[in-house]
């Protein structure tokens, strides 16, 4: 029961909506928790997310702006139809990226969780039933 009351209050909270700086911001905070992972990888992998961002909201606002042109029109939706079809899968790419990159983001953190195990390590965890 206590389960249900802890969803119906998450459905009723107020949405968290936040900005791009906000989002780069929280993004370049994560990157700076995971030390195993070169200050240059770092820097490429903010561009990636910025970029990322970027093509995203682009491509929303110019599909938006022709969607609401094309929208119930016929003739209208026969001309623009490919370009929105292209808007669309540009979105889609940008997102493509932005999940990529949070397996790369997820796979630096988990070098940083588990310590590389030497040789002797591994034969006194054997020898203890650890695995």
Known sequence: MAHIKKVEKAVKAEP????DEERIKQFNELLETIS???DKKKILWKNIYEFAIDD???????????????HANIN??????????KYL???GKATERLLKLAELVAAGQSKEKEP???EDDFYK???????
Not at 16 to 19: A, M, Q, R, S, Y
Not at 57 to 66: E, G, I, M, V
Request: glycine content about 6%; hydrophobic content about 45%; cysteine-free.
């Open 16 to 19: 968290i909506i936040l900005t």
């Open 36 to 38: 195993s992972v070169s």
């Open 56 to 70: 995203r909201r682009n491509a929303y606002a110019l599909f938006t702006d022709l969607q609401t042109f094309v």
């Open 76 to 85: 209208n939706h026969a001309i623009h139809g490919q370009t929105l079809a």
């Open 89 to 91: 899968e540009q979105m």
């Open 116 to 118: 590389e195990m030497t």
């Open 125 to 131: 965890r054997i020898g203890a039933g650890k695995f």
